[in-house]
């Protein structure tokens, strides 16, 4: 389904897809909710107003992004792609081998 600006403008957004297994997609997210962290800290602290307004806009572009990428990678993978941990690959292997 096309988007409402898509069809404003009656031009078709060019897309991608993508395969990712599980790996993929949980280093995808915790790279996005990391952006998000620091752009926070940026609208935050920052005392030029242009830069945090700047920041404040992208910022909620990479919210409606992250959402949905998050939502994706639930229905496809699973609540433990939510988990973020630095065990080792072998161990969080076994781990997501035996709750598969």
């Known amino acids: 389904m096309l988007s409402k600006p898509a069809l404003q403008t009656g ?22 909710y990391s952006l998000e962290s620091q752009w926070t800290a940026i609208i935050q602290n920052s005392t030029d107003e242009d830069v945090a307004a700047t920041t404040a806009t992208t910022f909620a572009q990479l919210q409606i992004l ?17 988990e973020f941990s630095r065990e080792p690959f072998v161990v969080a292997s076994k781990r997501l081998k035996q709750n598969a």
Not at 11 to 20: A, D, E, Q, R, S
């Open 11 to 32: 031009k078709v957004p060019k897309t991608m897809n993508i395969g990712l297994d599980a790996w993929r997609a949980q280093d995808i997210l915790e790279a996005l």
């Open 66 to 82: 992250r959402e949905g990428f998050e939502d994706a990678a639930l229905k496809a993978f699973g609540p433990h792609v939510k």
